[in-house]
């Protein structure tokens, strides 16, 4: 089975934070895992300065995306997980989960990226966007739904949005995003996958 896990990046501030996931980790059904990690407050911080500068909406968007390299770097050293880091070892992944540890931090933009991205830099990234939906480019789209993008690309039976708040589970994922516990892309980027849930990393 693969299972694709997005961490909160409020969750980066948390001091037991391994040994949470490790719990997590204990009572949940073993899988081929991918974790992708939110932008937490480094993203708040672009939000906050929107709010008052009225920020360009689409290269705020892809702004926010570079700063997930940052984030899944700070995971990398809480956790000490194996972090995917272009295209081509993501590739290699889909094809063989089972050669990989169970459980592995996946660069976002080895994935999800603007297509020029790929001729500014050595990093390998995809020549086009693999997402299965279109997702604004706007602060309606956060790693929620982007994590929703990567399930299907890797044909995932499991997405789990792990979070740092209460999440009541008599809401409909509509409800969630209009409570604002997930974007307000995630209901329609998560229509297809098999199991979807959204908790708080006890």
Request: proline share 4%; hydrophobic share 40%; charged share 25%.
């Amino acid at each position: 089975m693969k299972r694709v896990i997005k961490i909160g990046g409020s969750l980066l501030k948390s001091s037991s934070l391994a040994e949470r996931l490790s719990l997590w980790q204990e009572i949940n059904e073993t899988a081929h895992t991918l974790a992708i990690v939110g932008g937490g407050d480094l993203v708040n911080a672009i939000r906050e300065i929107d709010q008052i500068s009225q920020l360009d909406r689409i290269e705020t968007h892809w702004l926010c995306v570079e700063l997930l390299r940052k984030t899944c770097e700070i995971m990398r050293q809480r956790l000490d997980w194996p972090v995917i880091d272009t295209a081509t070892e993501l590739q290699n992944w889909i094809n063989h989960p089972d050669r990989r540890p169970p459980i592995s931090l996946l660069q976002v933009d080895t994935f999800y990226s603007r297509p020029q991205e790929s001729q500014k830099t050595n990093v390998q990234r995809p020549q086009t966007r693999l997402e299965p939906v279109s997702l604004p480019e706007s602060w309606d789209t956060t790693t929620d739904a982007i994590a929703a993008v990567l399930a299907k690309h890797i044909g995932a039976t499991e997405l789990i949005l792990l979070k740092s708040c209460e999440v009541d589970q008599r809401l409909t994922l509509a409800e969630l995003a209009e409570a604002e516990i997930v974007d307000r892309s995630f209901p329609a980027a998560a229509v297809g996958i098999k199991s979807v849930s959204i908790e708080k990393l006890g």
